[in-house]
């Protein structure tokens, strides 16, 4: 009876995302300097620390000594509305895995940042993390094409994640 009851108590945890099964593996040829510019924001999970936020941009610039500047940026509520941006810096992860850095916003707190897929012309991204609470969609261009969108959004799904979770950003046309 008590084997029974701590089975069926694992299945109902297993069934939140305790045992959440991802593939968060990334991609396994990534080109730094192509990767780097800028990268508009079409969909993300939500976060607090981009809770409201849209027309959503992130760049990314090699520092001097060898880092990456990260400058997250977008407008509240509106894509008129108070102008947010915050400063970062990445970095390679140091197991040497391509596409995957360690991104720092707060000292010196890193956490993952995995591209999980890339468009062989660097034109769109899928971003998550160790994690699978962590997702982004970016793309070179505010819009993506309605077929690139569902081919990229089967994948994640694929991937075991969430996608119904995706906060589409409002972004210029």
């Known amino acids: 009876m008590k084997k029974n009851f701590l089975t069926t108590l694992f299945l109902g945890l297993c069934t939140t995302t305790f045992c959440q099964t991802i593939d968060n593996s990334t991609v396994t040829e990534f080109n730094l ?8 924001e079409i969909a993300r999970y939500d976060h607090a620390f981009e809770r409201g936020l849209v027309g959503s941009t992130a760049e990314y610039t090699l520092r001097d000594d060898g880092m990456i500047k990260v ?3 977008g407008h509240l509520y509106t894509l008129d509305g108070k ?26 707190f890193y956490s993952d940042y995995y591209i999980l897929d890339l468009a062989p012309d660097y034109s769109y991204s899928v971003v998550g993390s ?6 982004w969609i970016l793309s070179r261009t505010p819009q993506l094409k ?18 119904s979770k995706l906060i589409w950003v409002e972004q210029e046309q």
Not at 83 to 108: D, I
Not at 130 to 135: D, R, V
């Open 33 to 40: 300097d192509r990767y780097l510019g800028k990268w508009y």
């Open 71 to 73: 400058l997250n940026s």
């Open 83 to 108: 102008f947010k941006e915050s400063t970062g810096k990445a970095k390679p992860n140091k197991n040497g895995k391509p596409g995957q850095l360690r991104v720092s916003f707060f000292g010196p």
């Open 130 to 135: 160790s994690s699978p609470k962590y997702l």
């Open 146 to 163: 309605p077929e690139v969108q569902k081919k990229i959004v089967k994948n994640i799904q694929q991937r075991g994640y969430d996608t």
